[in-house]
């Protein structure tokens, strides 16, 4: 593994006590609000496959992620007082079936009590005794797990440390610079395969090699499209041989470091002169809405500024005709660009909070007729988020328009001149800042070129 991404990283060290900080403040903040004494944070028990005994891949609770970049360490537990040093139950069983987690290390490891246990159950006697002060915070599909605690993710604390982790700290800022660089390698050794020809299966790869992750460490499957299957938009399929003409290949690849995920798209054409005039453009629109994120501004603006744009493309590019606010209205950019702007990031690809609009729960609905649109905060610094507009021959959607006020609009010949192209999406991410904004994606591309 490159050395950036070891637990020794000297940078990181620097920053992760102040992160700590923070996630304590939040928390003491959560206790106090639920009224209780303790946070009892469960990293998570493996799942069986249905009659079997082989275990889905682990996934940890993401809260537990965020005390400490364990996203191995099953049925382990942080045991946070406010004013006293996190306690961190690390689970290391007696097992020769398995590996065993190591001892644990790193520049995490001074800022906790770290008590190791070989069996599950003798985590109970790390815990406070007062069970009625604790609240626990994690996944129990087993109550047992909780060792009495009854009051289980109560939404007091969980909406108010939801709303807070919108906003990421230095230490992660710098995780998620790393997490970026980890995924412009992958991108460039994707994009090579593709220009080598390679079919789906080996471009994916190709692309798992540079970022050194197994399919599971992907913080989501990859999305390795050529030709028509960019439309799909979750397309997770891997065609192991070639198609005859390569005409398009859409990546919607990301990498993770400590926990921390990037989540990048990239369109490349393979010779077709309009298809690339189409790509550059929704690049400029792309990078134009990027240029618009700023602290104050209300993503659902973006969003829905970013419809009124890719009208003016879909205009230029004979692809609708008529006036932008005639083809939002009528349905035409939805029916090109039907998944929201983008999303909050961090320990989770879509992370948690998007549609809070403050701690204590209250929600901000998607705007009318954009149903899928994941974050509708007002933008405050160091959010991290994704700007991710696309344009697709989706003929599901597209033949809805049929018959409507919409059909007129549409240049059906153009349609049929992209279907074979699959689609376009751009997708950065991006950091918050005033006035300005931090792009993750472009700087880690121009550190790996
Ligand atoms: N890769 C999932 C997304 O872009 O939201
Ligand atoms: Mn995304
Ligand atoms: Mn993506």
Redesign the pocket.
Same mark, same amino acid.
């Given at each position: 593994m490159n050395a950036n991404y070891s637990d020794n990283n000297a940078a990181l060290s620097a920053l992760y006590g102040a992160h700590l900080d923070t996630v304590k403040a939040r928390h003491d903040h959560a206790l106090e609000q639920a009224g209780a004494s303790h946070a009892v944070i469960f990293s998570g028990a493996p799942k069986l496959a249905f009659l079997d005994d082989y275990y889905h891949p682990f996934k940890a609770n993401p809260h537990f992620v965020g005390w400490a970049p364990l996203t191995a360490l099953p049925y382990s537990y942080i045991v946070y007082t406010p004013g006293e040093t996190p306690v961190l139950v690390y689970y290391q069983p007696r097992d020769y079936w398995h590996v065993v987690p190591d001892i644990p290390s790193g520049y995490w490891t001074d800022h906790f009590d770290i008590r190791v246990v070989n069996e599950s159950d003798e985590a109970a006697g790390h815990l406070p005794e007062d069970r009625e002060k604790c609240i626990a915070i994690g996944e129990f599909d087993d109550d047992t797990l909780a060792f009495g605690i009854e009051r289980i993710n109560p939404n007091t604390a969980i909406n108010i440390l939801h709303f807070a982790r919108g906003v990421k700290t230095e230490y992660e800022l710098a995780v998620m610079r790393l997490a970026a660089e980890r995924g412009a390698a992958g991108h460039l050794a994707a994009e090579a395969a593709f220009r080598d020809g390679q079919p789906e299966f080996e471009i994916h790869r190709a692309y798992c090699q540079a970022v050194s992750h197994t399919d599971p460490e992907l913080p989501?499957g990859n999305?390795i499209a050529l030709n028509e299957h960019g439309a799909v938009l /979750?397309y997770t399929d891997l065609d192991r041989t070639a198609p005859a003409d390569m005409r398009s290949f859409l990546i919607?690849?990301?990498a993770q470091v400590h926990g921390y995920a990037s989540?990048i798209?990239r369109t490349y054409a393979n010779g077709d002169q309009r298809f690339a005039d189409l790509i550059a453009r929704m690049e400029q629109l792309e990078l134009e809405i990027v240029s618009n994120v700023e602290a104050g501004v209300d993503y659902r603006d973006l969003h829905v500024g970013a419809h009124g744009m890719i009208a003016a493309v879909l205009v230029e590019a004979g692809l609708a005709h008529g006036e932008p606010d005639t083809l939002l209205e009528t349905g035409v950019t939805s029916a090109f660009f039907p /998944?929201g702007l983008?999303?909050l990031l961090g320990i989770q690809?879509?992370d948690v909070g998007g549609h809070q609009q403050d701690e204590a729960g209250n929600i901000i609905d998607p705007p009318s007729g954009h149903p899928f649109l994941?974050l509708t905060r007002v933008l405050e610094e160091d959010m991290v988020l994704?700007i991710?507009p696309g344009i697709y021959v989706i003929d599901m959607l597209l033949e809805n328009l049929r018959g409507t006020p919409a059909e007129s609009h549409v240049n059906w010949e153009t349609v049929d001149w992209l279907r074979p192209f699959g689609g376009i999406?751009i997708?950065d991410d991006v950091r918050v800042m005033a006035g300005t904004q931090e792009n993750l994606t472009r700087d880690a591309f121009a550190r790996v070129s």
């Open positions: 989501y999305i /979750h919607d690849a990301g989540d798209t /998944h983008g999303h690809v879509h994941r994704t991710e999406r997708e």
